[in-house]
């Protein structure tokens, strides 16, 4: 059973573009990183890095110290009906932390592709409105404000 809890990442380059990732299992469905932690008491910075590379093939430990920042931002959604069976019984909410990681310009990607099958750079405004979670797209906007 998944747990409640997890992590959004908001990977982006110096020049302000932000991938976004297709879902495998909803066509059209644009995103950042997210996933669940492994265990309820898994570190939130080592779950980030995990997802970031299970997703993307990127390795967080091989970029420069401070690339991946804790945003001190969470908050708490009702998660979808058709994905509630990850879940245990009467789970209905999840809490998410974001997270932000710059990475360098030319950086491979190799995605998980039984998670997702497409990716792109965009300019961040566009990446916000291209993403299907509203909190996705704030994230995002959220990150760029604040720089």
Known sequence: MKIPISILVVIYK??????LIERADREGFWQSVTGSLDAPNEDLTLAASREVFEETGIAVDQLPTGSLRNMHHHIEYEIYPEWRFRYAPGVTRNTEHWF???????????LAPREHVA????PFEEAAKKCFSRSNG????RLFSAN
């Open 138 to 141: 704030e994230a995002i906007m």
């Open 14 to 19: 110096s020049n302000r573009d932000v991938l």
């Open 119 to 122: 990716y792109e750079w965009l």
């Open 100 to 110: 932000s990681l710059e990475v360098p310009d030319g950086i491979q990607i190799q």
